[in-house]
């Protein structure tokens, strides 16, 4: 029988109104507990046994792919596949499939948020009325900053749209040229390298895939770049941010604060040392999490791994 491993957590959340498509089709599937991600540790003695996956941000290594001996495809559920080996699938004749320009505004929405608890630091204000104090902090107003993207894919130019409609001017880079056109369309003024954007943004939202170009592109040297009262937003991977480096800018005050929603590692370490900076907004990897979003990733991540399982039968 055909055998399928449904990894992803926010797949096997809404996993029971796909489970007729599976049963007439006579798909078995698993639904193993997962945290947030499968490791490689966990994949290692369980990935022989299945024809395709639907994954979330599982640890697909080159070892477990090779031990992999029946699978056909992986359907990423989201957009980045670099926990995938791309070379080693493609080598081994596996079929990746992700899930693109599902998660725009879900994920914007969650940014623009970031946005208004830096500028207002309502998050303190909200601790210090929780422990009986009477906080009233002095923001700044976003209508007078400039909002940089790195990254103007669905995500990047949604994040625009809401800059713009805080009266923000919005600056960006992409690297891709179709991304960076229709961003410019929209109002965004293109920045020629990501130095210029670090440069002048008082905000930076980082909307950019992990590659191993854009890998800590966040780092000493870009921080050093970013003007001293600005304002670092990750709601794309933890690889793009150098979590040390960042952890010595807002240590130092070379940096005003930041709003991670991704890091190098998750869970998020205990031992990390940005727990111990007040300036630091923690989310948990979860900005695309609505239901209309999940929904949307979940019909295509399925539509990719039944149509990868049947045509491959």
Request: some cysteine.
């Amino acid at each position: 029988m055909t055998r399928a491993l449904i990894a992803c957590l926010q797949m096997q959340e809404s996993f029971e109104s796909f489970r007729p498509r599976f049963d007439e089709l006579s798909i078995e599937y698993v639904l193993p507990t997962v945290l947030q991600h499968m490791t490689e540790a966990d994949l290692l003695p369980v990935i022989a046994d299945f024809d395709g996956m639907i994954a979330g941000d599982d640890h697909l290594t080159g070892r477990v792919l090779e031990r992999g001996k029946r699978l056909r495809i992986i359907s990423k559920w989201g957009i980045g596949t670099d926990g995938i080996d791309l070379g080693a699938a493609r080598r081994l004749g596996i079929e990746v499939t992700n899930t693109p320009e599902v998660f725009g505004d879900d994920v914007a929405d969650v940014a623009a948020g970031y946005l208004v608890m830096l500028a207002r630091q309502l998050h303190v204000i909200d601790r210090s009325v929780r422990d009986g104090e009477w906080h009233k902090h002095r923001g700044v107003a976003l209508s007078a900053k400039t909002l940089g993207i790195l990254g103007l894919g669905s995500i990047g130019r949604a994040v625009a749209q809401r800059g713009r409609g805080f009266g923000m001017r919005v600056i960006g880079f992409d690297v891709a040229l179709a991304s960076a056109g229709l961003a410019a369309e929209q109002g965004v003024e293109l920045m020629a390298e990501p130095e210029a954007l670090f440069r002048s943004a008082d905000f930076l939202v980082l909307c950019a895939p992990a590659t191993p170009e854009t890998r800590h592109i966040i780092d000493n040297a870009a921080l050093g770049l970013m003007p001293v009262d600005s304002y670092v937003v990750n709601v794309s991977r933890g690889a793009l941010v150098d979590e040390e480096a960042l952890a010595d800018a807002l240590g130092a005050g070379r940096l005003a604060g930041a709003a991670l929603d991704v890091f190098e590692q998750e869970p998020l370490p205990a031992d990390t040392r940005l727990r111990g900076l007040s300036g630091c907004i923690f989310g948990s990897h979860n900005a695309s999490n609505t239901d209309q979003g999940v929904t949307r990733a979940s019909e295509r991540a399925v539509e990719n791994l039944i149509r990868g399982l049947v045509s491959r039968a």
